[in-house]
């Protein structure tokens, strides 16, 4: 450990002052001891916090392998590494609605060096399980990075094209139009539980492990109705799929020629994201907490990550610890009503 002249001073201080204190009777040798080891450990552990990281970090993601949410930790981890000079390494731990790589994270080590990049089911999971493999407690947010509307995409197979057509033929074919999700809870599953409840018409899910399976089956025809983010709007213009509608308030300015589902007449409110975003252990110091957020803003916002993340699809975004966390409990709350009302559980 590399001393600082500050600590050398305070120590020989803390020395002398002792020596002349023990010599008047006025301090116990024990007393001193006790001093100089309080003094020694609060350098410590500031030293320590100066030099995080000072090995890998590990980065869990609660999706397979290709998709957006893997596609973003990825490029925050290389974006990362250089800020830290340090390995950031993502983990890929799919499985269970996305409980199976937050429980991994929230029984790590509370040191700083795991951390996940989650999505809504962070707010929705503690409303759908019985019962979880972790304490929702346990887990805080670090740095909100990126939204993405959600826009309805219809596979060619279906016989309509627009909004009020799906929505006359999912009534006069109750229960047999298909929906994809990337798993319960997950944005996609939600958006089209909200589209239903609005519409007044039955769907039924068909959830998948993961974007690129959901995707897949959708473009093949096994599925009718598929939620996803702008970035499959590029199957639309090769006349692979069409999309109906965007789940936002007003259209958006880079596919201004998109019709909210609000503008169909037969569906409203009907107004979903998904969203990503970085969380870590609760019981992490708030020192460590705050210096891991504060990388991440800084990385969220370059103009280069911006640009990156709208390629993906997403409208970039860098909400701090607070506002993030009054963005998850407003989520919780939007998406609590609609799990009720759709009575979505999940044994």
């Not at 979903?272 to 990388?295: C, H, L, M, N």
Request: charged fraction near 15%.
């Amino acid at each position: 450990m590399a001393y600082q002249p500050a600590f050398i001073l305070r120590t020989v201080l803390v020395a002398a002052g002792a020596t002349v204190l023990s010599l008047a009777g006025l301090i116990s040798a024990s007393s001193f001891a006790q001093t100089a080891s309080q003094t020694n450990a609060q350098t410590s552990a500031a030293a320590s916090a100066q030099v995080f990281p000072d090995h890998a970090v590990q980065v869990v993601v609660p999706y397979p392998p290709a998709g957006l949410t893997d596609n973003i930790a990825r490029y925050f981890a290389a974006k990362l590494k250089d800020i830290w000079n340090q390995p950031v390494v993502v983990e890929n731990k799919p499985g269970a609605s996305a409980t199976l790589g937050a429980s991994i994270v929230a029984r790590a080590t509370p040191d700083g060096y795991t951390m996940m990049v989650g999505s809504v089911g962070m707010a929705t999971n503690p409303l759908m399980f019985k019962e979880l493999p972790y304490k929702a407690s346990d887990l805080t947010p670090l740095a909100l990075v990126g939204l993405a509307p959600n826009v309805l995409y219809v596979n060619n197979s279906l016989p309509v094209k627009t909004v009020k057509e799906l929505v006359e033929y999912a009534k006069k074919n109750p229960g047999k139009v298909t929906f994809a999700s990337t798993g319960f809870g997950s944005s996609p599953h939600l958006a089209g539980e909200l589209f239903a409840s609005s519409a007044g018409v039955q769907l039924l899910h068909i959830p998948y492990k993961g974007t690129s399976a959901a995707l897949a089956d959708f473009l093949g025809g096994q599925v009718n109705i598929f939620f996803d983010t702008m970035q499959s709007m590029r199957y639309v213009q090769e006349g692979k799929i069409r999309a109906l509608g965007v789940t936002t308030e007003k259209r958006l300015a880079d596919a201004s020629e998109l019709p909210t589902i609000e503008e169909s007449g037969v569906a409203s409110g009907v107004i979903s994201s998904s969203w990503f975003g970085y969380f870590i252990q609760t019981a992490v110091p708030e020192a460590r907490r705050k210096q891991i957020a504060d990388a991440l803003l800084k990385v969220a916002n370059e103009k280069e990550t911006q640009e990156k993340l709208k390629s993906f699809g997403l409208i970039p975004i860098a909400l701090d610890p607070v506002a993030y966390q009054k963005f998850l409990d407003a989520e919780t709350k939007r998406w609590g009503a609609v799990i009720k009302a759709q009575n979505i559980k999940v044994d």
